[in-house]
């Protein structure tokens, strides 16, 4: 948090508190995926994206879904088409544009991992009571509201 003196404080500095939290918060729940179904964060990202409602999505779609990079959607669509766990194909109405989907086998893996993910989530959150719990999502989808109305530049 700045003091207003316009000297940048690191550990005070709130997008880097925030990058740190991410990081401590993405490095415990991809010991769920990673050690136990050898998914990148990418990969689960796309295959989560997928396994909500196992929608057919492009890869452009599931790169606005997740905010990732073109690139790191495009990586892990290779890497889970490799593995079986998604389709591509073609969308009907325009050819420059492909279709993913998980395959049953995709589904299945979700379907597994789902709750062991749901369960590491709830062992981060237990460290706040239920009205902090409130109180913090509250506040993150009013800071995403606000940053989405902040001009580019």
Request: no cysteine.
């Amino acid at each position: 948090m700045s003091d207003g003196n316009n000297e940048l404080k690191l550990k005070g500095f709130f997008p880097y508190r925030l990058s740190v939290l991410e990081k401590q918060v993405s490095e415990a729940v991809a010991a769920v995926y990673q050690e136990q179904h050898a998914l990148t964060r990418y990969e689960w990202r796309v295959l989560a994206a997928l396994g909500q409602n196992y929608d057919v999505l492009s890869a452009k779609q599931i790169a606005a879904y997740t905010r990732m990079e073109k690139m790191q959607v495009s990586r892990a669509i290779t890497r889970l088409k490799e593995r079986d766990l998604l389709e591509q194909g073609s969308d009907q109405r325009d050819r420059r544009f492909s279709r993913v989907q998980l395959t049953e086998q995709g589904k299945a893996l979700y379907r597994s991992i789902t709750p062991d993910v749901l369960a590491r989530e709830q062992a981060i959150l237990q460290g706040l009571s239920s009205d902090e719990r409130e109180q913090l999502f509250g506040l993150l989808e009013k800071l995403e509201q606000h940053i989405e109305q902040l001009p580019s530049s």
